[in-house]
């Protein structure tokens, strides 16, 4: 069976080592955790976990009857592609001199981003969006020389 990269949203408890058990039990099932990201819901008791990971279905089945087990779980959805809404947000420092600063402006613009800094050699760009527009950008920004990225990896909401 195939491989695939798979968006798990989990309602959990809003208690200390809920994040360790889960990420676990993941790990224990021997795949990587690509994304993870945890933040509290409009119930202050209660967090949402979004977890991507690449896996084949049947394993993914296994990991989603496991996460049912345990006590801080509340709920388990596989959002499936389409039938969902994502987001991440990326900061990318890139080498810029003065002629490269415009045409750097104009790319991140095409992407919904913006110039957060800006300093002598360098911008840093600001941009949120889906994985795949993150994604061109990034090929977007690797000509001009990216000297560092960061990705806060994909929060999801089901449509």
């Not at 039990?25 to 967090?47: K, Q, Y």
């Not at 499936?80 to 947000?89: K, N, S, T, Y």
């Not at 800094?117 to 360098?122: C, E, N, P, Q, V």
């Amino acid at each position: 069976m195939a491989s695939e990269r798979h968006t798990i949203s989990c309602l959990v408890e809003n208690h200390f080592g809920v994040l360790s058990r889960v990420s676990g039990l993941i790990s224990a099932r021997g795949f990587n955790i690509d994304s993870l990201t945890v933040s509290t819901t409009e119930d202050p008791t209660i967090s949402r976990m979004t977890i991507v990971v690449d896996a084949d279905a049947l394993k993914l089945e296994q990991v989603k009857h496991q996460l049912y087990r345990l006590i801080d779980v509340i709920d388990v959805q596989e959002l499936r592609e389409g039938a969902f809404i994502d987001r991440e947000l990326l900061l990318a420092r890139v080498n810029a001199n003065g002629a490269a600063r415009a045409e750097l402006e104009r790319v991140a613009s095409q992407f919904g981003g913006k110039l957060a800094d800006a300093g002598d050699r360098s911008v840093v760009i600001e941009a949120s969006g889906d994985t795949k527009t993150l994604d061109r950008l990034v090929e977007r920004l690797k000509p001009h020389g990216i000297t560092k990225l960061v990705r806060t990896g994909r929060v999801a909401l089901e449509k």
